[in-house]
């Protein structure tokens, strides 16, 4: 059996969180999404119940006032990044037995929007620094623009990994090849578009995630004032055509900032040994969505934590979270 990427919710070592670091980018929004980075990680660890939680800074201030907040228990490394989201930046752990190994890729700022000096190198940086030895894929891909179940199946969107700002000169079955040799994945589900107003250009952590061996969790449209509506209609029909066991979940709606629709999606939850932690946005099934996912997770505490100010980056929990299986 070859390297593959395990399942999320396979035991972790540790996860690595994303800590807001630059005042520049974050504006007001830098204290409340520190705070609320920190809630998330507290959760994660669950007073030691869970796997350990590695805070990653960007700098010494961002350092020093992650350890001031995070309290015991919660670790902080500094290494230099433009951004927290480190699903798509940190490197995608593979494992074969008892050997661990990194997946570096090219990353280009999302296609070209955000270029930010050290995202290009903060995967490989953190592999160094946890003695992981890594691999340098010559092809750009995001974590969050795939979810696999660990038995070699995986999903994504035809907006993210076609778009011709990732790979232009790679083709469906190319990507196809290079998912299989750097991941282990042997079947992909292709779905169509995702969330309106997504900079990630469909990011399929905000639209479908395996929640057991074949099972994917996906939005259920939520009527006409559901922005998403459509998007959501079409990637249970494809989902549904490929043979896929389905466990529907609440759209999150129509969720406004500055008055304008923002990606908010219950999809981005993470998984940890003894969490589930789902992003709430004070919208109408904030509860409903947790209570849903808690269905999913029996043996886990599964818990709503508010992400407003993370998500005016663009994301939300699973998006600055890179979790580390455990091996042995």
Not at 12 to 32: C, N, Q, T, Y
Not at 60 to 69: I, K, P, S, T
Not at 131 to 152: K, Q
Not at 256 to 267: K, N, Q, V, W
């Amino acid at each position: 059996m070859s390297f593959r990427q395990p399942a999320e919710w396979a035991p972790h070592d540790w996860v690595w969180i994303g800590f807001p670091s630059h005042a520049d980018l974050w504006e007001d929004d830098l204290a409340p999404a520190r705070e609320e980075v920190v809630a998330f990680a507290r959760a994660v660890h669950a007073d030691g119940r869970g796997e350990l939680v590695r805070l990653v800074a960007a700098d010494a201030e961002a350092a020093q006032a992650a350890v001031a907040m995070a309290g015991a228990g919660i670790a902080v490394d500094t290494v230099p990044f433009g951004d927290i989201w480190l699903r798509d930046t940190a490197p995608i752990i593979v494992t074969q037995g008892a050997s661990r190994e990194g997946r570096d890729f090219l990353f280009n700022g999302w296609g070209g929007k955000y270029d930010l000096p050290f995202d290009d190198m903060v995967g490989i940086r953190l592999a160094e620094r946890a003695h992981i030895p890594a691999r340098r894929c010559d092809w750009v891909l995001e974590g969050g623009a795939i979810d696999v179940d660990g038995d070699g199946l995986a999903v994504s969107t035809e907006q993210c990994l076609l778009n011709p700002n990732r790979n232009p000169d790679l083709t469906r079955t190319q990507i196809e090849d290079r998912l299989r040799d750097a991941l282990g994945i042997e079947r992909l589900l292709w779905l169509g578009d995702g969330l309106a107003n997504d900079h990630t250009d469909g990011h399929v952590d905000n639209m479908a995630r395996f929640v057991g061996p074949g099972l994917l969790a996906m939005p259920e449209p939520g009527g006409a004032e559901d922005p998403n509506a459509a998007v959501y209609a079409d990637a249970i029909r494809r989902a549904k055509a490929f043979g896929m066991d389905i466990a529907l979940l609440p759209s999150a709606g129509a969720v406004e900032r500055d008055g304008e629709i923002i990606p908010a999606s219950y999809m981005n939850f993470y998984i940890g040994n003894a969490a589930v932690v789902v992003p709430q946005y004070g919208a109408a099934n904030d509860g409903l969505a947790v209570e849903r996912i808690a269905a999913l997770f029996p043996g886990r505490h599964v818990v709503g934590l508010r992400a407003d100010h993370i998500l005016t980056g663009g994301g939300s929990f699973h998006c600055i979270s890179q979790q580390v299986p455990r091996i042995g």
